[in-house]
């Protein structure tokens, strides 16, 4: 392992930007820009730091923390976070095998989303994962198939939809409100529960929620746990005596700008209260919350530009390496590597052919050259694993840092690997 620091993360060490022990400059001379760094020292502490106050608030309700991939997927956190002892939060057949890869068992995996197809189930049921969190009656009835055709039961928790408010950032990362595609609609979930404690090849053992992203106080999980918790005592006293777990889902908010961090003390001993007495262990599903503040993304100031009387910096990296400012009016901070003298207030934009094209607007910034090096932060979470090829560019390179000595975890896409799986010679078949 490499050489331990004492506050791990971005700091400025003799006026340079370093990741841990690692100068950011070196990384870049080494493996080019655009280039994701993620902090793996960071990502243990707050897995402790989540860990350890879930354990003081609880310790007589038996709980897991399933990290949440889709935040980030890339194999070496994956097997950081495996090595503290989570588990793992997946939305597809993709994720599954990702975790697999990284080390993560069947009974570590808990299976979400929206739209699972048969062959995601299937494929769940083979591992077999400790449990399905089904968000539809229909999605229930084909598990009960598939389940049936292997021979199997299959483990349930159903994503309940607690229809309450939640103040975040922006509309597309609330996902417990009235009409969302998200979950099983409240009036809806007895009679789903009673469909599933009935049906042959499922056992229903929980229920989940999930009602949002970058939620800084307790107050929304207390109106949801609110709702949750009678629905649990009813169906027990129904008779649906199988239920074990409650899945409370993730959303614990982290600062990219001035936002209060998630107060996870407060949030622990929230949850504590709810659920005391209810006789269930729990799941959390944290994902932001362990990666986002762990990783920066490289980039280099190709020109400087004036245009309508505004300063536009372009950079070699843009929407599609950073898909967040564009497509969630998301701010990320942004400073030089090595700090110039001066300031202005420029759009920070990309190469890429859209206006829509920038990782900041009107942003008050340090006076960058041609050339200097750029630090985006807070990009650990939603960064790489939203990055595409649009206008055929090459992913970027992902490299981890763990105390002095850094790696690329994540190899630079090439110009052939764009083509890779496209077909020069087409076989034409019969209509």
């Given at each position: 392992?490499?050489?331990?620091?004492?506050?791990?993360?971005?700091?400025?060490?003799?006026?340079?930007?370093?990741?841990?022990?690692?100068?950011?400059?070196?990384?870049?001379?080494?493996?080019?820009?655009?280039?994701?760094?993620?902090?793996?020292?960071r990502v243990r502490a707050q897995y402790r730091r989540l860990e350890t106050a879930l354990a003081a608030a609880m310790p007589d309700i038996t709980h897991r923390l399933h990290y949440s991939?889709?935040?980030?997927?890339?194999?070496?956190?994956?097997?950081?976070?495996q090595e503290c002892g989570a588990g793992v939060d997946i939305v597809s057949a993709g994720e599954l095998h990702r975790a697999r890869e990284a080390g993560f068992g069947g009974s570590d995996i808990v299976f979400s989303g929206v739209g699972k197809t048969a062959e995601e189930l299937r494929l769940a049921l083979e591992a077999p994962v400790l449990f399905v969190n089904v968000e539809s009656e229909g999605e229930l009835r084909l598990l009960d198939d598939v389940a049936g055709a292997l021979g199997v039961t299959?483990?349930?928790?159903?994503?309940?939809?607690?229809?309450?408010?939640?103040?975040?950032?922006?509309?597309?990362?609330?996902?417990?409100?009235?009409?969302?595609?998200?979950?099983?609609?409240?009036?809806?979930?007895?009679?789903?529960?009673?469909?599933?404690?009935?049906l042959p090849h499922v056992s229903l053992v929980g229920l989940d929620m999930h009602i949002g992203s970058q939620i800084a106080t307790?107050?929304?999980?207390?109106?949801?746990?609110?709702?949750?918790?009678?629905?649990?005592?009813?169906?027990?006293?129904?008779?649906?005596?199988?239920?074990?777990?409650?899945?409370?889902?993730?959303?614990?908010?982290?600062?990219?700008?001035?936002?209060?961090?998630?107060?996870?003390?407060?949030?622990?001993?929230?949850?504590?209260?709810?659920?005391?007495?209810?006789?269930?262990?729990?799941?959390?599903?944290?994902g932001r919350f362990l990666v986002a503040e762990a990783g920066v993304l490289l980039?280099?100031?190709?020109?400087?530009?004036?245009?309508?009387?505004?300063?536009?910096?372009?950079?070699?990296?843009?929407?599609?390496?950073?898909?967040?400012?564009?497509?969630?009016?998301?701010?990320h901070r942004i400073e030089p590597v090595r700090a110039p003298a001066g300031s202005l207030i420029a759009d920070v934009v990309g190469p890429v052919c859209e206006s829509g094209d920038f990782l900041a607007l009107e942003r008050e910034m340090a006076d960058?050259?041609?050339?200097?090096?750029?630090?985006?932060?807070t990009a650990g979470a939603y960064g790489f694993v939203m990055a595409s090829n649009y206008n055929s560019r090459p992913r970027p390179v992902e490299v981890v840092v763990d105390g002095d000595r850094f790696a690329v975890a994540t190899e630079r896409e090439r110009l052939e690997d764009l083509v890779r799986l496209e077909r020069a010679h087409l076989q034409w078949r019969s209509a």
């Open positions: 392992m490499g050489q331990s620091v004492l506050t791990p993360g971005v700091a400025r060490v003799d006026g340079e930007l370093y990741v841990d022990g690692v100068p950011l400059a070196r990384v870049a001379a080494e493996v080019g820009t655009p280039a994701y760094v993620y902090s793996l020292a991939v889709k935040a980030n997927s890339n194999l070496a956190v994956l097997r950081t976070l299959a483990p349930v928790a159903l994503r309940i939809n607690p229809e309450v408010t939640v103040e975040n950032p922006h509309a597309y990362i609330r996902t417990g409100e009235k009409g969302h595609k998200f979950g099983i609609p409240y009036d809806d979930v007895e009679s789903v529960a009673r469909l599933a404690h009935a307790w107050e929304p999980y207390a109106d949801a746990l609110g709702r949750i918790r009678p629905l649990f005592e009813r169906l027990r006293a129904a008779g649906v005596d199988t239920l074990r777990w409650l899945d409370l889902g993730g959303g614990l908010g982290v600062t990219y700008d001035a936002e209060a961090p998630a107060d996870v003390e407060r949030f622990a001993a929230g949850v504590a209260d709810a659920v005391r007495g209810l006789g269930v262990s729990l799941v959390f599903e944290p980039a280099r100031v190709l020109y400087r530009k004036r245009s309508g009387g505004k300063e536009y910096v372009i950079t070699d990296a843009g929407m599609n390496d950073l898909m967040r400012p564009s497509h969630y009016q998301a701010y960058v050259a041609p050339g200097d090096l750029l630090a985006v932060h």
